[in-house]
């Protein structure tokens, strides 16, 4: 190191030359030895600020090591006998430089770092992020509804021109440019939104968690240090980190919810069949949708309001009629729902009832009983299985090894569905739709969108499909009814990582998704206000 200055202690400087071996080394115990313990120690980046040693540790144990860099400069000041403010210059070996600002103090004999900001190198844009990107890549029209507003599309979308990649480099390599663009990009673009970019998804996006073995884990703009979640992962994570204002997403079984529960997004999931899916790499024709996230829910509004009506959709089988009709103040609350969330997210659940239930503006409460949730999970994961596997299994055959460990073994087990089990599972799944159907007749479901927070990036094998499945079991239902289904960021729950983003779902009878989304706005404000009384 160079450039440091005569008067810093020297303790002190043995501290801080230790921490940046650890930091180059990765070395884990010694990171966590170099921070104060307790509930006080900071730490900030660009992605959030970490509160408490222990969500401090379980955002390095993700994050692996830095990239190599020498220490070219130390500003040292003095904030008393046994406190300090460190600011280093790095410069890294591939290029650009960094900045850490450290407050550390002397604790039981040792110096330890109590607050820390780190502002890393730019970088040209994050690749688990973005397949390609543009400023725009493609522009929308000058004038229109949208107009000002950039989109992130899911690596499923067919762009003129471009390929499909599917979250996947060979089947990416495989693929042909696309002679047209999709309709659903293309309603897009016609209101007056631009390309952003096209972004990640996992592998032909069967998968929930949003990590993607090939191109890495994209960030979660709202809890540093946890999964993203899938498959829609690549445009959550563009819109909740300010990178696009809609993620044009596909759902299946919880692609857009999931996202945008983990990430404090709005997530529309639209009634099936409702857009079209022309020029879109299908998983299971039986439940794929489209659907969009934002940040906010005026965008999703604007969204809604110019793709599903009849100016704004050249394709949409239009619905602004019913769409545009207020649907009923008045709520129904799964039991079984409920009974399968976690903790902490059934408590700020029922807080949040309360609340609704003492405000100026009360809805109508109620609970009700939809049946098990593995009576709707398993026949749809069959059915499922079946499809996917007819859409991708030769393609699979002839790459063996392409995908990633997880993915191969659920096209494994998808492969083992024999027609007599998908035939009974589609029997019993056309009962379920019809049960959905008539539990929204006249009034809306409400549940927490997925059992819990985001888990930690280093969450593996069998945690991760634990919670895969247990969110399955809660957002298979709408997906069997074909109905819509919107995500708004209405909870916070305490996780390892620090305060978490639970999404609250509401679900609505088909066609209805305008006035979903305008509903899921009051229920929003309301919320709000009730929050700040």
Not at 275 to 299: E, H, I, K, N, Y
Request: charged share 20%; proline share 7%; net charge negative.
């Amino acid at each position: 190191m160079s450039g440091f200055p005569d008067d810093i202690p020297a303790d002190l400087f043995t501290a801080f030359d230790e921490y940046e071996r650890a930091i180059l080394a990765n070395d884990l115990d010694a990171l966590d030895a170099a921070f104060a313990p307790g509930a006080e120690t900071l730490r900030g980046d660009a992605a959030g600020l970490l509160v408490g040693h222990d969500a401090i540790h379980a955002f390095r144990g993700a994050r692996g090591g830095v990239p190599s860099r020498t220490i070219e400069r130390i500003e040292y000041r003095p904030l008393g006998p046994d406190a300090a403010l460190l600011v280093s210059v790095s410069r890294y070996t591939l290029g650009g430089a960094g900045l850490q600002t450290q407050v550390w103090q002397r604790i039981g004999g040792r110096w330890l770092i109590t607050a820390a900001h780190v502002t890393g190198r730019a970088l040209p844009f994050d690749r688990s992020v973005w397949r390609t990107v543009g400023d725009p890549l493609y522009q929308g029209a000058w004038e229109g509804p949208l107009s000002g507003l950039t989109v992130a599309v899911k690596d499923l979308f067919a762009i003129k021109g471009y390929r499909i990649g599917g979250g996947n480099p060979t089947f990416l390599d495989d693929a042909r440019p696309e002679a047209r663009t999709s309709s659903a990009v293309g309603d897009l673009l016609r209101g007056g939104a631009s390309l952003r970019g096209i972004a990640r998804t996992d592998e032909f996006a069967y998968s929930i968690a949003g990590d993607n073995v090939h191109y890495g884990t994209p960030p979660n703009g709202a809890l540093p240090g946890a999964l993203p979640g899938g498959s829609s992962s690549g445009p959550a994570s563009a819109v909740a980190t300010g990178q696009a204002e809609i993620g044009l997403a596909t759902d299946t079984a919880g692609s857009v919810r999931v996202p945008a529960s983990y990430q404090g997004l709005w997530g529309l999931r639209t009634t099936h069949d409702l857009v079209p899916r022309q020029g879109m790499l299908p998983l299971a024709q039986s439940f794929d949708t489209v659907g969009w996230l934002t940040r906010d829910g005026a965008t999703l509004q604007r969204v809604a309001d110019w793709c599903l009506s009849y100016d704004g959709s050249e394709s949409t089988e239009s619905v602004y009629g019913q769409g545009g009709s207020d649907l009923p103040w008045r709520f129904l609350v799964p039991d079984e729902a409920i009974a399968a969330v976690e903790p902490a997210t059934r408590r700020a659940f029922e807080a949040l009832m309360t609340r609704l239930a003492a405000s100026d503006d009360p809805p109508r409460l109620g609970r009700i009983a939809i049946g098990d949730l593995d009576e709707y999970y398993e026949p749809f994961r069959t059915v499922q299985g079946a499809e996917a596997w007819r859409n991708n299994g030769a393609w699979l055959r002839q790459h063996p090894g392409a995908v990633g460990p997880a993915v191969a073994e659920r096209f494994r087990l998808a492969s083992e569905v024999t027609p007599e089990a998908e035939a009974a599972a589609r029997r019993d799944l056309e009962a379920l739709s019809e049960h959905m159907q008539h539990l929204v007749r006249d009034a809306v479901l409400l549940l927490p969108t997925v059992p819990g927070p985001a888990p930690a990036r280093t969450a593996k094998g069998p945690a991760v499909d634990a919670v895969r499945q247990a969110t399955l079991r809660m957002t298979t239902p709408a997906a069997i009814g074909g109905l819509p289904a919107v995500s708004v960021p209405l909870l916070t729950v305490d996780s390892p990582l620090g305060p978490a983003p639970v999404g609250v779902c509401l679900v609505s009878r088909a066609g209805t998704d305008i006035a979903l989304v305008r509903l899921a706005r009051r229920i929003h404000s309301l919320a709000s206000r009730t929050e700040l009384a």
